[in-house]
């Protein structure tokens, strides 16, 4: 964990790097709760009724759908009023009275138990002043998948009203501390079905979502010393990518899910490498007699930002993906680290520090001013929703590390917590065609 002193030392830049968690607080396993602190203030109407017979469900779909939308700060709830029966269809609508409400957008659906176990499952996005279907779907699902599905409607009707992809139907993994382990957790993007892939006594650190969203890989001290796995989500198995002589750490995926860019003391300083998931194929490319650390790959697979003090103090720097002279990026402050690409790879997020406070900030590719976007006092691992609306990053509450989140404008904030302890090291994963 960054320090509040002037710029640090080689040794405590490759500390932070490789083992940032070692301090992390105590936390015990639970769904992430989502404290909206700012909005857009230009929130979109929407009303969305209880859906048909989902009563006798577990999962609630409209209110996960709702809570959704209200939580990515764009949109604000319209009541449509009380009403003896909630419509599920569109001819069961009072229009005069959602037209008197000034009703705008507004969401309905049903939930039917079929005969095989599976629930029916329908919405409708509906132009309350055109009386107009905007769009709609139907699914026929098992009762385990109604959360997931609530996820998948509310991202149809973001798409809808906001022109851009959701994000709802994603998913976040994080580390949390108890008492006895350190623990990877994977959780829905609004925190809940949150589990477990690893635990053990160890700190576990560096995630990282592979393109695909089936894999990720992190850095295990389990065997007393950093090394890099890679971890299936479907079958838990997994295997060692990097455990040379020296640290292993800071693993980052390329594009094409086909090999890891990772950071490797093995020759001496740290210094950025590439590598095959088998292990095979090393490939080093900085040869500098600095420290050079934390990799971040293009969406185009061209380029590599990384984190480097040649130049006597950390700053972020860019590099062809294949290795050569390097470009510095950032000039604002003595202290800028962990930068992370845009999705559409026009910009970049990063920690800087400013008047011994650590913040997320954000900076055009071509611009030499940052804008922070934070104000906590230690803001760490920031990480682009897939649609590169949000950016997710570990910080401090109450003298508790929590999860929180950012919009690009820096408008839109929110805190995501454990009720009884502390969460780090987020990694948002990316869009899925199907889940």
């Known amino acids: 964990m960054p320090s509040s002193k002037s710029a640090p030392s080689r040794r405590s830049l490759l500390k932070w790097a490789g083992a940032a968690a070692l301090t992390a607080p105590t936390a015990l396993r639970a769904a992430l709760t989502i404290e909206i602190i700012g909005g857009s203030g230009k929130e979109i109407p929407v009303t969305v009724l209880p859906f048909g017979n989902q009563e006798r469900q577990k999962d609630k779909v409209s209110e996960i759908v709702l809570a959704d939308l209200l939580r990515s700060g764009l949109f604000r709830e319209q009541s449509a009023g009380w009403m003896p029966?909630?419509?599920?269809?569109?001819?069961?609508?009072?229009?005069?009275?959602?037209?008197?409400?000034?009703?705008?957008?507004?969401?309905?659906?049903?939930?039917?138990?079929?005969?095989?176990?599976?629930?029916?499952?329908?919405?409708?996005?509906?132009?309350?002043?055109?009386?107009?279907?905007?769009?709609?779907?139907?699914?026929?699902?098992?009762?385990?998948?109604?959360?997931?599905?609530?996820?998948?409607?509310?991202?149809?009707?973001?798409?809808?009203?906001?022109?851009?992809?959701?994000?709802?139907?994603?998913?976040?993994?994080?580390?949390?501390?108890?008492?006895?382990?350190?623990e990877l957790q994977v959780a829905d993007a609004d925190g809940g079905d949150a589990d477990f892939i690893l635990a053990n006594g160890e700190p576990i650190i560096s995630p990282a979502w592979s393109p695909d969203g089936n894999r990720i890989a992190y850095v295990s001290f389990e065997k007393k010393k950093s090394i890099v796995f890679v971890h299936t989500l479907a079958d838990g198995k997994r295997s060692v990518v990097a455990n040379f002589d020296g640290s292993n750490s800071a693993p980052a995926w390329s594009p094409d899910g086909q090999k890891l860019a990772v950071t490797l003391s093995r020759d001496g300083v740290a210094q950025i490498y590439t590598i095959n998931l088998d292990g095979s194929g090393l490939n080093r490319l900085t040869t500098s007699l600095s420290i050079d650390t934390e990799a971040a790959w293009s969406p185009d697979g061209r380029t590599i930002l990384f984190t480097s003090d040649r130049g006597g103090s950390p700053q972020i720097y860019r590099m062809s993906a294949a290795g050569g002279a390097a470009e510095r990026m950032t000039f604002e402050g003595s202290y800028n680290v962990t930068a992370r690409w845009s999705p559409d790879g026009k910009s970049f997020c990063f920690i800087q520090r400013n008047a011994g406070r650590y913040n997320v900030a954000i900076q055009e590719i071509g611009s030499r001013s940052a804008q922070l976007l934070t104000d906590g006092r230690i803001d760490s691992s920031p990480t682009f929703s897939p649609n590169g609306r949000m950016i997710l990053y570990a910080s401090e509450f109450n003298k508790r590390g929590i999860l929180a989140a950012v919009s690009r404008d820096g408008r839109i904030k929110q805190r995501l917590s454990e009720a009884s302890g502390s969460v780090r090291e987020p990694a948002w994963g990316p869009l899925l065609k199907s889940r």
Not at 109 to 131: I, P, T
Not at 135 to 141: E, P, Q, R
Not at 153 to 172: H, K, N, Q, S, W
Request: aromatic letters at 8%.
């Open 85 to 182: 029966q909630f419509p599920s269809e569109p001819e069961q609508v009072d229009w005069r009275n959602m037209r008197n409400r000034g009703v705008e957008n507004l969401v309905i659906g049903n939930v039917v138990e079929r005969s095989d176990g599976r629930l029916a499952l329908r919405f409708r996005l509906m132009d309350a002043v055109k009386q107009a279907q905007r769009a709609g779907l139907s699914y026929a699902i098992p009762p385990s998948q109604a959360r997931i599905t609530a996820h998948k409607i509310a991202d149809v009707i973001y798409e809808e009203l906001t022109g851009e992809p959701g994000v709802f139907a994603t998913r976040i993994c994080y580390v949390v501390k108890n008492k006895e382990r350190y």
